[in-house]
């Protein structure tokens, strides 16, 4: 079945880049059926979803966070990697991947196991 | 952005009680809701697809309805095992969002 697996940098400084990879193992991210996401939860509290890219590189994102935010695939090694500029200690959250999909598959399975990253000089 | 908010915030049972949550959304997401269940240091699981669609491996005490603004995610019976945030989740729209959680305790 499709796994998914964060990788990344714990610790970033403020102001600086956080940047996450998503491996994906037991399916294509090349698939039409399916998007590839980033959702967050700060810690303590709710979920936030980030933004999604789709097989063709196509994205959506979060308003909150277009700004410094972008997705973006990789086919030749099956992964999907998020950059967010410009973080401060409220960016500090531990980062999921997901998939969902097309009509009739738009919910989240699977996640991946979540990565924290913290902000803070 | 479609809101969602789930009550009770927290909600303290006795196993084999019966477990209600409520997601209202701001606006008609049709059946586009989907429930989750997240344990302390775990990543959220899918229970419930497209409002009251039961997912595969998940127990028949968890059970989903609604449509429109309005849905409930039911546990019957609950066991120990179930204590954990439970969220609402919509996929009618861009951008995707969730309910603030409701924690589900065992007394």
Do not use: M
Not at chain 1, 9 to 27: A, D, R, Y
Not at chain 1, 45 to 68: A, C, F
Not at chain 2, 42 to 52: E, G, H, M, T, V
Request: proline share 5%; with cysteine; net charge neutral.
């Amino acid at each position: 079945q499709v796994q998914l697996q964060e990788s990344g940098p714990g610790l970033v400084e403020p102001s600086e880049t956080l940047s996450l990879t998503c491996s994906v193992s037991g399916g294509s991210v090349s698939s039409a059926n399916y998007y590839w996401n980033w959702i967050r939860q700060p810690p303590g509290k709710g979920l936030e979803w980030i933004g999604k890219i789709d097989y063709s590189g196509s994205t959506d994102y979060n308003p909150s966070l277009k700004s410094r935010v972008t997705i973006s695939l990789d086919t030749s090694t099956n992964q999907f990697s998020l950059k967010l500029n410009s973080v401060t200690a409220a960016d500090t959250a531990v980062y999921f991947c997901a998939r969902d999909g097309v009509s009739g598959l738009a919910y989240f399975y699977p996640w991946g196991q979540g990565t924290l990253v913290t902000v803070s000089s | 952005e479609i809101v969602l908010t789930q009550s009770p915030d927290l909600q303290s049972v006795t196993p084999k009680e019966k477990v209600t949550i409520t997601c209202r959304a701001s606006q008609s997401i049709g059946g586009s809701l989907h429930w989750y269940q997240q344990k302390p240091n775990q990543s959220p699981k899918l229970l419930i697809k497209y409002a009251s669609q039961s997912f595969s491996g998940v127990p028949s005490r968890f059970s989903g309805s609604g449509s429109g603004t309005d849905f409930t995610l039911t546990i019957n019976s609950l066991e120990a095992e179930d204590a954990a945030t439970y969220y609402c989740h919509q996929s009618y729209a861009f951008p995707r969002t969730f309910g603030q959680g409701t924690k589900v305790e065992i007394k």
